[in-house]
């Protein structure tokens, strides 16, 4: 498979805070790889130099070919830790807002999105307003409003971490095979070591600050049953287990 994100030799600081050093990063198209690490070690800072938001300091980082930001932005959607969705616009309108971005008409974003709600569980709510909707509902606004958008790179940052631990886990289930369907290519970034081997290929440890990649370990994407099945399975307690040591350990050693 042909590699869609790389990042070779990236480095970055705020200041004289070096925050990222010496990150090497490959993912192939269509995979999705999670990326686990102390909190203030570099993750969120990855995904914005992924995405065109920022520039590093040294490196070179490619989406889809381009190392530009420009062209890196243009190849990536985003979707950020809390839904962002706006109060005044229905769930609809809401998940159209990616298209009416990219030009699309008022009515045609609408029937884009439209055709994604009840694929997504949200038949009938099209036009509930999000103070009206769940805190999972509200979510899977946001990942219409991000898939449909058409961009061959998902950058998810903690895109579960807003929720309780009950509707976390069937946004997990629901995630799974709907990521598969969208056919992106996908970094993760998240806190719950569950969250990140049952939804990756892959799974990166960031080490603390500096960050840099020490390790990854194979996910439990394509593994067979539920969620329930998979998380209670021994192969995946042992990667649990490996990666919660890796974690404790500060994410091991160069």
């Not at 971005?101 to 509930?128: P, T, Y």
């Not at 020490?214 to 439990?220: L, Q």
């Amino acid at each position: 498979m042909s590699v869609t994100v790389s990042a070779r030799g990236l480095s970055h600081s705020y200041g004289s805070l070096d925050v990222l050093s010496g990150i090497e990063l490959e993912i192939e198209a269509g995979e999705i790889l999670a990326l686990v690490g102390a909190s203030g070690c570099g993750k969120s800072t990855l995904l914005e130099l992924l995405g065109g938001l920022r520039e590093p300091d040294s490196g070179v980082v490619e989406v889809a070919g381009r190392s530009d930001g420009p062209g890196r932005l243009a190849n990536c959607a985003w979707m950020p830790q809390r839904d962002c969705l706006l109060p005044w616009y229905s769930a609809l309108d809401n998940a159209a807002l990616a298209l009416l971005n990219q030009g699309q008409s008022k009515s045609e974003a609408r029937r884009a999105a439209e055709r994604k709600f009840e694929h997504f569980g949200l038949a009938g709510f099209e036009d509930a307003r999000p103070g009206e909707l769940s805190g999972g509902m509200r979510q899977r606004v946001a990942f219409i409003r991000t898939l449909i958008s058409g961009k061959p790179v998902l950058l998810l940052d903690e895109p579960l971490a807003a929720l309780d631990a009950i509707t976390r886990a069937e946004l997990q289930e629901w995630l799974a095979p709907t990521l598969s369907e969208a056919g992106a290519t996908v970094l993760m970034v998240t806190h719950d070591v569950e969250e990140a081997i049952y939804l990756a290929d892959r799974v990166a440890v960031l080490s603390p600050r500096p960050g840099h990649i020490v390790t990854t370990i194979e996910g439990a994407r394509h593994a067979p049953g539920t969620r329930a099945e998979v998380v209670s399975s021994p192969d995946f307690n042992r990667s649990r287990e490996e990666l919660l040591g890796l974690l404790r350990s500060g994410g091991g050693s160069r």
